[in-house]
């Protein structure tokens, strides 16, 4: 599709909305990717200290509190930690 859309003769107005999608598809898909990669890396330094954004282990502890919360239906959900019952 994008060699026809660089010839003379272009594409359809009908590619060009397949086009449209398949381009928005693949953003999602993309940023989708990258969010997994992001929420599941950790930030060491060069003496192996954990530097991680706060923002970045907040959204990575979110992230597992939906995970469990999804496994196990939201029932019967046990905080070990008290901090953790507040955000729910």
């Given at each position: 599709m994008a060699r026809k859309a660089k010839t003379a003769d272009?594409?359809?107005e009908t590619e060009k909305i397949e086009q449209k999608e398949l381009r928005?598809?693949?953003l999602r898909s993309f940023r989708s990717s990258f969010d997994d990669i992001l929420l599941n890396s950790?930030?060491?330094?060069?003496?192996g200290n954990d530097i991680t954004p706060k923002k970045l282990v907040e959204?990575?502890?979110d992230k597992r509190r939906t995970d469990v919360k999804n496994i196990l239906g939201g029932k019967n959900v046990v905080h070990l930690h008290p901090e953790d019952a507040d955000k729910k």
């Open positions: 272009g594409l359809t928005q598809q693949y950790k930030v060491v330094d060069p003496k959204a990575q502890k």
